[in-house]
């Protein structure tokens, strides 16, 4: 009697850009930089599925204790999500470099909250992309065991 395996290389491969389009869709990314980064959900050797992304795009999706961060890297968020919506600090208008560093000294006391964008795709999305591709994959989904 033959037995069949399930040929993970043909499925993670067809799984791959699925996974890549809701990882995009799914990001939390102000100037679409993070989106642009997700290279692809790659296989390594049929086993387990790698995502490229910029560094801060793991950090988003866990969050971070509380560290220092330089205020430079804080002004053009600052500018986007602070000046243009007019939010104010204690009654006063601030500009992007002076919201740099009150967020700065926010990220050192308190770490940023996470943004579960990889989670929620895992959390949501996989299970039902795996069977629409193992589907899709029909009898090419099976290997013939030796």
Not at 49 to 78: E, F, I, Q, R
Request: proline share 3%; charged share 25%.
């Amino acid at each position: 009697m033959s037995e069949y395996s399930l040929n993970w290389e043909k499925i993670f491969d067809r799984l791959s850009p699925k996974l890549e389009t809701f990882l995009k869709a799914g990001v939390v990314d102000d100037t679409g930089e993070l989106a642009k980064s997700i290279e692809g959900v790659q296989t390594i050797k049929g086993k387990e599925l790698v995502m490229m992304c910029l560094t801060y795009g793991l950090y988003l999706d866990s969050g971070t204790l509380p560290h220092w961060t330089s205020h430079k890297n804080l002004v053009g968020w600052c500018q986007r999500q602070l000046v243009s919506t007019g939010a104010t600090y204690n009654g006063k208008t601030l500009d992007a470099e002076e919201w740099s560093y009150v967020i700065q000294h926010a990220i050192a006391k308190n770490g940023t909250k996470p943004w579960p964008w990889i989670r929620n795709v895992v959390d949501n999305d996989f299970e039902r992309l795996l069977i629409e591709s193992i589907h899709e994959l029909g009898e090419d989904a099976l290997v013939l065991e030796e």
